[in-house]
C-alpha cells in the first residue's frame, strides 16, 4: 500500500497547477462563489459571478440587494433560488454582526447561512492560509477509492481520517490535488483506470475487475 506522501507526491508530478479554479479577487468574493458552487460545477459558477459581483461588490449592497434580482443574476447555475437567499442573508448577518466584513473564525463562519464545514474549510485554507482539508464529491470518493476511508464512512469521518493520515503542512495542498485527480483522472462514471498510478491500489478498480 502506497504512504499518503508517496500518493501526494505522485498527484503533484500530475498535477502541478492545481488550485481554487473558482475566479475571486476578494474574501468575500471567495466566500459568494464557494457557496454558489454547492452541487455546481466551479465552470458554471464562474459564469455568473462577474455580473453578481458587479452589481453587488461588497456585503453591504448584497445585504440589501433586491432578492429577485440576485435570482435572475444567478439563475443559471443550480438551486439558485436557495442559494440566492443564503447568499444574502449572509451578507445581512457580515452587516449586523461583523461590521460589514467576513469572520475570520471557523465557528463565526459556519454560523452564516451556507457556509457549512466544507465551505468554511475552503475559505481558511485558500485566503487565510490555515491548514485544513475540505472534503467536497471529488475528496470524498477518492480517499474512499484509494482505501484512505471506508466506503460506508460520513465526508466528516473521511475528514478526520485525512487529517490523521495527511501531515498537516500538506493539507491544503491535498485539497486541490485529490479535487484534481477526480475532477480530470478518476471520474465518477468514467475514471481513467488503464493510465492510473494507483489501480493496484484502488478499491474500485479492484471491485471491477472481480
Partial sequence: MRTTDEILDILEEMFPEAECELVYDSLYQLIIAVILSAQ?????????????????????????????????????????RNKSRM????????????????????????????VGRKTANVVLSVWFDVPAIAVDTHVERISKRLYLAKPDDSVLKVEEKLRRKIR???????????????????????????????????????EKRA
Fill in 40 to 80: 455546481a460545477t466551479d465552470v458554471s459558477v464562474n459564469k455568473v459571478t462577474p455580473a453578481l459581483f458587479q452589481r453587488y461588490p461588497n456585503v453591504n449592497s448584497l445585504a440589501v440587494g433586491d432578492i429577485k434580482d440576485i435570482e435572475d443574476t444567478i439563475k443559471n447555475i443550480g438551486l439558485y
Fill in 87 to 114: 447568499i444574502k442573508e449572509m451578507a445581512q448577518i457580515c452587516v449586523e454582526r461583523y461590521n460589514g466584513n467576513v469572520p475570520s473564525k471557523r465557528k463565526d463562519l459556519q454560523s452564516l447561512p451556507g
Fill in 168 to 206: 498537516r503542512n500538506r493539507w491544503n495542498r491535498a485539497h486541490h490535488l485529490f479535487i484534481f485527480f477526480g475532477r480530470y483522472f478518476c471520474k465518477a462514471k468514467a475514471p481513467m483506470c488503464d493510465m492510473c498510478p494507483f489501480k493496484d491500489h484502488c478499491r474500485y478498480f479492484k
